[in-house]
């Protein structure tokens, strides 16, 4: 017998036991597939940074005017040639690091590593 046995009984081990397995499965099926998580991050971020970069709030213009500079990274060429049309005032206030090349179905190409081919390697 082992020492769980010893001290709480048959019954109250095996009692023990059903409710662990019970809340481990209650926990796996809460729980999102792998990396679910990662890509909803990703979506919002990029979701945040098209608003950030085409409809700033005035407390972000006002910071932009203050001198600050916005590094935009992995936004499309597209994104990117749109906002520099769009908001051509606000050029001096924008960095582009990362920016993705699009085929004309307007989706990324992507190289022999299956990522994303970009204009610039980013910061190194």
Not at 15 to 37: D, K, N, S, Y
Not at 39 to 48: G, K, M
């Amino acid at each position: 017998m082992n020492r769980i046995e010893n001290t709480m009984g048959p019954a109250a081990v095996r009692r023990r036991w059903i409710f662990g397995c019970m809340l481990a499965a209650t926990a796996l099926m809460c729980a999102l597939p792998v990396g679910a998580a990662e890509d909803s991050a990703q979506t919002n971020l990029e979701q945040w940074l098209l608003r950030r970069l085409n409809q700033p709030t005035e407390h972000e213009r006002v910071h932009e005017r203050e001198g600050n500079v916005y590094i935009y990274d992995g936004l499309t060429d597209r994104e990117v040639d749109q906002a520099l049309s769009a908001h051509f005032d606000r050029i001096e206030y924008m960095m582009f690091l990362g920016t993705r090349k699009t085929i004309p179905t307007d989706t990324a190409n992507s190289n022999v590593q299956s990522s994303a081919e970009t204009e610039s390697p980013g910061c190194m």
